[in-house]
């Protein structure tokens, strides 16, 4: 490669930074150690990214010059992946002088295995664009052991022959960590072999169908190496991502935190979408870090804020309460503080919905991404709407057959073959049975772990978590004829990983909507799923609507009084509304809460030992839905709100973000 002018090194070096440092310049990012960019949408973030590194390549181009990258995996970085490709072979954007590093690689592994690296960047990225297989590098994870000190020796090498990595991206771990420099790793390692932390290995369970298969080990570039890279540009998307960030981009840069040590490159900044951000000083309580214009929605969430801290309910709060924590620009919006105290109460007291006043009669549409979701998230709800008459269709999205044990197929095999004579399964009939049990068993029996199942396993599966379902809206007083199961193509992989959303999964939500037209939907908005899954149906359930809505326009172009059901956006699974976020809250008595329970206990097969539980939080479901609709009430009760054993939230709105 050519040698890198000053003027290029330069520009390359400071564009970034510096458009981040103006973008966040009044914002109070005095607490953050490092530019931060913020935005709505993680599609956004990535066409930022993805639009710099097509600028890098066609100023490289321009001069004759390679361009030398550093690049992850996971499911962060998909959506850079996605729009690269799409530049070339839309746009022609041209990758041939284009030179690549990947971050680490388990070890050991197999380049064919699903898990792969190797694999995960062909099918995501190397196989759609052109660069040249020589200019891609990866760490092998399949050579001897004896040779991985010398292959992370050449790995370096081949890294300083290139000129050395002109910009690279990451991801952030929930411990903290870039590549895989675990927590403890020193700002001066260099790529080898490490050992995985435990949560790095919970957090890889899903795609390993269990931590036990999880490997122990990983070549990793090491913290030095991502330090040298003229540029790095860190992403994060997600809720539970927004503690580390926070840790990593505003406390001192510590070995605990390895992300933390890009404070010390001076060409380093943090891309992160809103959720991802959320624990941020400047997001949580921007009051405590510069003069803001307040609005409604901010003093809301300062007065909770303040009497969550001071543990007083919020009409006990004095303006004395608000000067000593940095807010006396909302004191003086007030003649007194109890108008502004007696306001924010009246707000949320009037949020709290009992039975009487929830839609009643109506036509109702319930998405749940997962077959378990809706009762998880929101069966206090479901029950009620029940109760008031509403006609309710369940649409269960994705079959959910990757979370059900291969021992839960050999037991309804078993069950099969018991009942069989009692229900008249004889003769060829059942020696038909006989000989495709025998089949899936022999499957099953040198199946390895993390392989894809065969059709038949899959479909097994997938009836499995069907039959669950149906039985848990029973207990909410719905039958079979309520519940719609969509088995969204994008889903229909057999692996963890998912095809993007496409066309065809925007068209089943849409003929739904066109057969029920609902007027009002429930739609899963914790989107810190760690699988994908929830922010996928997401997106379907959101172009599906707007074409929806735009196909019921009147002539005249303008919507159609009924063309927009309300959207009632729900969550529970992975995370909580906050108070200054929700809409409404729907109290449930301890007899609610316990059907709520009931229903989810349906769900045989993600009970006890669920196969994806997910890394960070290690109570099951049950215990999940129940902690946080009692927590919600414990809240609420604590702002001096009337008392209740449980609440669940909700988000609504015409137009999904």
């Not at 458009?19 to 599609?43: D, H, W, Y």
């Not at 710099?52 to 996971?74: D, F, M």
């Not at 036509?363 to 991404?369: A, D, E």
Request: glycine content about 6%.
């Amino acid at each position: 490669m050519n040698a890198k002018t000053a003027s290029q090194t330069s520009k390359a070096q400071n564009e970034p930074a510096f458009e981040a440092s103006r973008q966040a310049s009044n914002r109070g990012t005095q607490r953050e150690r490092l530019p931060v960019l913020i935005f709505e949408k993680p599609s956004e973030m990535s066409h930022r990214v993805a639009r710099r590194i097509a600028n890098l390549i066609e100023e490289r181009q321009a001069v004759g010059q390679e361009l030398v990258l550093g690049l992850p995996t996971g499911s962060t970085p998909i959506g850079v992946y996605q729009e690269l490709v799409r530049m070339h072979q839309e746009e022609g954007l041209d990758f041939s002088n284009v030179v690549t590093f990947n971050l680490d690689e388990y070890y050991p592994m197999d380049p064919e295995s699903l898990q792969s690296y190797h694999r995960f960047m062909e099918e995501n990225f190397f196989n759609h664009v052109n660069i040249p297989e020589s200019q891609i590098h990866i760490p092998e994870g399949d050579i001897p052991r004896e040779e991985v000190e010398r292959h992370c020796i050449e790995y370096e090498h081949a890294i300083e022959k290139a000129g050395g990595i002109d910009l690279i991206l990451l991801g952030i771990g929930r411990s903290g960590h870039v590549g895989f420099n675990e927590p403890g790793s020193s700002r001066q390692t260099r790529t080898r072999l490490i050992i995985l932390d435990e949560i790095t290995r919970k957090d890889a369970a899903s795609d390993f169908f269990g931590e036990e298969n999880v490997p122990q080990e990983a070549i990793t570039m090491g913290v030095g190496t991502i330090l040298d890279a003229d540029e790095i540009i860190l992403m994060a998307t997600g809720e539970h991502k927004a503690p580390i960030v926070r840790e990593a981009v505003e406390e001192e840069a510590n070995r605990s935190v390895t992300a933390s040590y890009l404070q010390d490159h001076p060409n380093a900044s943090f891309y992160l979408d809103r959720a991802a951000a959320g624990e941020l000083t400047r997001v949580k309580t921007p009051w405590l870090v510069r003069d803001i214009e307040w609005n409604e929605q901010l003093e809301k969430q300062a007065v909770i804020w303040l009497s969550k801290k001071l543990n007083k309910a919020i009409p006990r709060l004095e303006s004395g309460d608000f000067y000593r924590n940095q807010m006396h620009g909302v004191v003086h919006r007030y003649d007194s503080i109890d108008d502004l105290t007696r306001k924010i109460f009246e707000d949320l007291r009037q949020r709290i919905v009992y039975s009487d006043n929830l839609i009643k009669n109506e036509r109702v549409i319930l998405f749940s991404p997962h077959p378990d979701d809706d009762v998880i998230s929101m069966g206090g709800m479901l029950d009620k709407l029940v109760a008031n008459g509403n006609d309710v269709t369940v649409a269960y999205m994705t079959n959910g057959s990757v979370a059900v044990f291969d021992s839960d197929v050999r037991r309804y095999l078993r069950f099969i073959e018991m009942c069989g004579p009692t229900m008249g399964l004889e003769g060829e009939a059942f020696e038909h049975f006989n000989a495709k049990r025998a089949e899936i068993e022999s499957f099953l029996d040198q199946k390895s772990p993390g392989e894809v199942d065969i059709q038949e396993v899959q479909e097994l599966k997938a009836y499995i978590r069907y039959g669950e379902a149906v039985a848990a809206t029973e207990v909410m007083g719905l039958g079979p004829e309520h519940c719609r199961f969509l088995d969204m193509p994008f889903y229909k992989t057999g692996r963890v990983r998912k095809d993007p959303v496409t066309q065809a999964d925007v068209d089943v939500v849409r003929n739904l909507l066109e057969e029920v037209e609902p007027t009002n939907v429930f739609v899963a908005g914790d989107l810190s799923d760690p699988h994908g899954t929830h922010r996928m149906c997401y997106q379907a359930i959101r172009d599906a609507l707007g074409e929806y809505r735009d196909a019921r326009a009147g002539s005249d172009g303008q919507p159609a009084a009924n063309a927009a059901p309300l959207v009632w956006l729900y969550r529970g699974a992975w995370q909580e509304w906050e108070i200054d976020r929700a809409d409404i809250f729907v109290p449930l008595s301890k007899a609610d809460l316990g059907r709520k329970v009931e229903a989810i206990f349906k769900h045989e097969s993600q009970k006890d030992r669920a196969m994806f539980p997910g890394a960070y939080d290690e109570r099951e479901f049950w215990q999940r839905a129940r902690d946080r609709n009692c927590d919600t009430a414990d809240t609420l009760n604590g702002l001096g709100l009337p008392e209740f054993y449980a609440a669940e939230a909700f988000v609504t709105t015409h137009e999904m973000p």
